[in-house]
C-alpha cells in the first residue's frame, strides 16, 4: 500500500466518483426526464443545469421547456430517476472491493461520508454488498452540513474512535480534498472524469487536486501498489 496512507487507523470515503462510477449517471439525468416527458433535450443539457439546485433545474425545464408541473411534482420524478439508477445500475470504481477488502483485513475501520441521500446510499451499497464494509455512514443531509466544512469528516472519524491525524480521506472532488486537507486529514484523491473539469481556470481540479493531496492514483489498485 502506499506509503502516504499505509499507516492510517481510519479510512473515510466519498461515494460519488470514488467509491462508485456514478458521475456519467449524473449527467444524463437531465436529459432522461426531458425524454420521458417528450421534450427534446438541448445539446449539452448538462453543463446548463449542473450548477443548479434541484428547484432551480425544475424551474428551467418549466421556462425553457413548457414542463406543465409543479416544482414539487418535477423535483419528486428527478428523484425517482436519480434512486432507480443507484438501485439498479451504479457499478464500483476499478479496485474499490479489493481495496475496501484490504482494511478489513487490517481491522482498519471504515467510515462514509457523502452528499448523496441515504436512500440512494443504501439501496447502491446493498445492491453492490459493500454495506457491511462500513463502521458510519454519514451524509451531509443527516448532519444539516456540506464538504465545505470539515464536520462530516470529523464526525466520521470521531465515530470510529480515531482523531483526524491518523485518518485518510479519499476522494475525487476539488472542493472537498481541499476542505479535508486543511481540517488536518491525510487525503487521497482518486481520478475521475469528472475531475478534467476546470472550475477554477485555468487550471483543471485534477491539476489543482495534485498540488493539494497527500497522495493522487487514477483507481485503487494502484493505491494498493507500494512505491
Known amino acids: 500500500m502506499r506509503r502516504e496512507i499505509s499507516a492510517m487507523k481510519c479510512a473515510i470515503f ?3 466518483g470514488t467509491l462508485v462510477d456514478s458521475m456519467p449517471m449524473w449527467h444524463t439525468v437531465a436529459d432522461k426526464y426531458l425524454l420521458q416527458n417528450k421534450r427534446t433535450p438541448e445539446e449539452n443539457l448538462w453543463d446548463r443545469v449542473k450548477r443548479l439546485t434541484e428547484t432551480e433545474t425544475a424551474d428551467y425545464f418549466i421556462e425553457r421547456y413548457g414542463i406543465e408541473k409543479s416544482r414539487e411534482k418535477i423535483c419528486g420524478e428527478i428523484e425517482d430517476i436519480i434512486f432507480r439508477e443507484y438501485n439498479e445500475n451504479v457499478g464500483l470504481k476499478e479496485g474499490a472491493l479489493d481495496f475496501l477488502e484490504t482494511l478489513r483485513t487490517r481491522n482498519i475501520p471504515i467510515a462514509l461520508a457523502t452528499a448523496t441521500n441515504r436512500t440512494c446510499v443504501i439501496a447502491c451499497l446493498e445492491r453492490l454488498g ?11 443531509l ?3 452540513t456540506s464538504k465545505h466544512l470539515p464536520y462530516i469528516f470529523e464526525k466520521s472519524a470521531a465515530d470510529c474512535g480515531c482523531k483526524v491525524s491518523e485518518t485518510a480521506v479519499f476522494e475525487d472532488a476539488l472542493h472537498c480534498i481541499r476542505t479535508a486537507k486543511n481540517a488536518g486529514f491525510t487525503v487521497a484523491a482518486l481520478y475521475d472524469a469528472s475531475s478534467g473539469e476546470i472550475t477554477e481556470p485555468p487550471l483543471s481540479d ?4 495534485t498540488q493539494i493531496a497527500d497522495v493522487c492514483a487514477q483507481n485503487f489498485n494502484e493505491l494498493l501498489k507500494d512505491n
Open 142 to 144: 443527516d448532519l444539516n
Open 14 to 16: 466519498d461515494m460519488d
Open 206 to 209: 485534477w491539476q489543482r487536486i
Open 130 to 140: 459493500i454495506i457491511d464494509f462500513f463502521t458510519v455512514i454519514h451524509t451531509c
